[in-house]
């Protein structure tokens, strides 16, 4: 394997750390490197093959994400609660499916009680025509 370090994108490192809130410090315990090797990944780009693949892991990504931008598309950056636009659209379809089933429901309930109070009404009126004096109204 080829020892000389490697070009990779210093800038897209930092905006991965940065964006799961990451001290240099943190990358480097989770990634099992030393500060100062994240320190000079961030601040020249270069990295032995060993360091790509570790940072890689780390962040969860493949290790060609990390190369410097030669047609690699940048990644999103993830929310900071870590969900993706993709889930966070899927969560809010469900919350307004679920409020259109429940409005739903209280239509036909609303509608089925308004139906049977109206019947109701119409019995004690037809009742109390008949013979007012028993008419408890």
């Known amino acids: 394997m080829n020892n000389e370090p490697m070009k990779i994108d210093a800038h897209r490192v930092k ?18 490197l030393s500060p100062r090797t994240v320190q000079r990944l961030e ?3 270069r990295a ?11 962040f969860g990504v493949k290790p060609g994400h990390l190369l410097e931008a030669d047609g690699v598309p940048p990644l999103p950056a993830p929310a ?15 919350i307004v499916s679920l409020v259109l089933a429940v409005v739903m429901f209280q ?31």
């Open 80 to 94: 900071a609660n870590g969900m993706t636009a993709a889930e966070r659209a899927r969560i809010i379809l469900w």
């Open 15 to 32: 905006a991965l750390r940065e964006a799961r809130g990451w001290s240099q410090e943190h990358l480097a315990a989770v990634a099992g």
């Open 107 to 137: 239509m036909v309930a609303g509608y089925t009680l308004g139906k049977d109070a109206a019947r109701r009404d119409n019995r004690i009126n037809q009742a109390c025509k008949a013979d007012p004096a028993n008419c408890d109204r």
């Open 48 to 58: 032995s093959h060993e360091s790509r693949m570790a940072v890689a892991s780390a």
């Open 43 to 45: 601040s020249d780009g």
